[in-house]
């Protein structure tokens, strides 16, 4: 997360912490904005619900529910070097979850499905 928001940051775009703990002062330096939530893990539904599209990069126990959460929220997965999904029946294939293997995959897949017609 550090890496993503060093590189919006210097890039002139705004940076929004959702913090699983209370102190708003153990941001990332590169935050232009924290949300100081004190729920935990509760916070990854709420990072996953404010975008339209998540990218899910690499990845631990953390990331893999923020997906299952933007998936039932009906959200578009980017999965940059992230987990690979297998499922049954209507969930073979991970339907919702897009592979990239670079960041530019990840954005060029990211702005693809924001023009898609069926949004």
């Known amino acids: 997360m550090a890496a993503v928001s060093r590189g919006a940051a210097s890039a002139g775009g705004d940076v ?3 913090l ?10 590169d935050c232009s904005y924290v949300v100081a ?4 893990q509760a916070r990854n ?3 996953v619900g404010s975008g339209e599209v998540v990218i899910a990069i690499g990845g631990e126990w953390g990331t893999l529910s923020e997906i299952g959460h933007a998936r039932s ?5 980017v999965a940059l070097r992230s987990w690979a999904l297998v499922g049954r029946d209507r969930m073979e294939g991970a339907p919702g979850v897009v592979p990239a293997e670079t960041a530019a995959e ?3 897949a990211v702005l693809a499905e924001l023009q898609s017609p069926s949004r």
Not at 37 to 40: E, S
Not at 73 to 77: A, N
Request: glycine content about 18%.
């Open 20 to 29: 699983p703990w209370t102190e708003p002062g153990e941001a990332n330096p």
């Open 45 to 47: 539904l709420a990072v």
């Open 106 to 108: 990840a954005v060029a």
């Open 37 to 40: 939530t004190g729920v935990g």
């Open 16 to 18: 929004i912490g959702v």
């Open 73 to 77: 929220l009906g959200r578009t997965v």
